[in-house]
């Protein structure tokens, strides 16, 4: 057995039910997509900010950020990416694409 299939096997420890392995299976869906959404914009992204964001929007709290503050600081990265990226931004930002 080579380290990283061993790697593997004890990584699975904390699966240990169907509702766990379901929860991986999503968050594993869910951080790939991330990977492709937000690596190729460069924006500057912090992993454990962004579980906190999904976990207090779990537990229904309030945004932290107000929608205005929210909005500008995806609008100031928006001013920062490349025209093309710009454009791609703008229409997942405004058109929900």
Request: proline letters at 2%; one cysteine or more; charged letters at 30%.
């Amino acid at each position: 057995m080579c380290s990283t299939e061993k790697q593997q096997i004890e990584n699975k420890d904390y699966l240990t039910t169907v509702q766990d392995k379901v929860s991986f299976v999503i968050g594993y869906d869910v951080g790939q997509k991330m990977i492709m959404d937000v690596a190729p914009k460069n924006l500057d992204f912090n992993i454990k900010v962004f579980l906190k964001a999904v976990q207090d929007a779990f537990e229904g709290k309030k945004l932290v950020l107000s929608n205005d503050e929210a909005r500008n600081v995806l609008v100031e990265q928006l001013m920062k990416a490349s025209p093309d990226e710009r454009k791609k931004l703008q229409q997942q930002l405004f058109y929900g694409k």
